[in-house]
């Protein structure tokens, strides 16, 4: 990974973190391999303490997302200043500083929380949007096998079955469209302090740009997750914090390049 210079992790403006409008490039295809690579590299500087972090982040999500009702809102709502402070985590020990709990917490701190905290209440009201649009089209499908089967009728349940289908296509399109948005928003928000609606629009714009890597990209994390989940799932131990460390070095890569 190529050095950058010192970077203020504080929020203020430094020589990595300006208060602009970053326009993304287009990268290699290998770069897809490549931010795995560069994020295990991240990761093996400080393997223990990127665990911890991991853990906590992970504990912090489920224990929060078992809380009736608020659960879920809570989680969406913190979601991004947490992975803002990952950010920071990341570019503390690219830096060569020493990784600590508290940097898991860094997006809460100073200005930037109210940005980040927009990126979460944008995230809340994606999240419902998919919820709504998935559940109106599940329910008339079920509805469509109902009718046909109360009917005899092989080709109200097949037109039930496509509906199904679609709903499930639909619902997959919108969640993809969501993860293009969030993927580079947080941290255009922490180091170059964009404003969340701008972050969103850069993100899915780089994510357009750089389709055939994050295919790559996804098809790598598809394969990890499998064999991750095989020993208990234990091996999301490690594939969870290096999993977060792609979306610091993919940033790099589009938005810093050397």
Known sequence: MDNQGPIDISGRPGSGESESKPEPRTVATDRGLGWWTDAWALFMRNPVMWVVLGLIFIVAMMAVGMVPLLGGVVIALVL??????????????????????????????????????????????????????????????????????????????????????????????????????????????????????????????????????FLLFSLIYIVASIVASIPFGLGWIVLAPVSLLTAFVSYRDVFEPS
């Open 80 to 213: 991004p200043a947490l992975a803002g402070g990952w950010m920071l985590a990341a570019r503390k020990v690219q830096e060569g500083g020493a990784l600590e709990v508290g940097d898991l917490f860094l997006g809460f701190q100073g200005e930037r929380i109210g940005p980040l905290l927009v990126l979460g209440a944008l995230l809340l009201a994606a999240m419902v949007v998919i919820g709504l649009v998935a559940g109106v089209l599940g329910a008339g499908a079920a509805f469509g096998v109902m009718m046909g089967g109360a009917r005899h009728s092989a080709g109200g349940m097949m037109a039930g079955i496509g509906a199904g289908f679609a709903a499930l296509a639909v619902g997959f399109l919108l969640g993809a469209i969501v993860t293009m948005a969030f993927w580079f928003a947080p941290a255009l928000v922490v180091f170059r302090k964009t404003p969340p609606i701008d972050a969103l629009q850069l993100s899915v714009n780089a994510t357009l740009k750089n389709v055939v890597p």
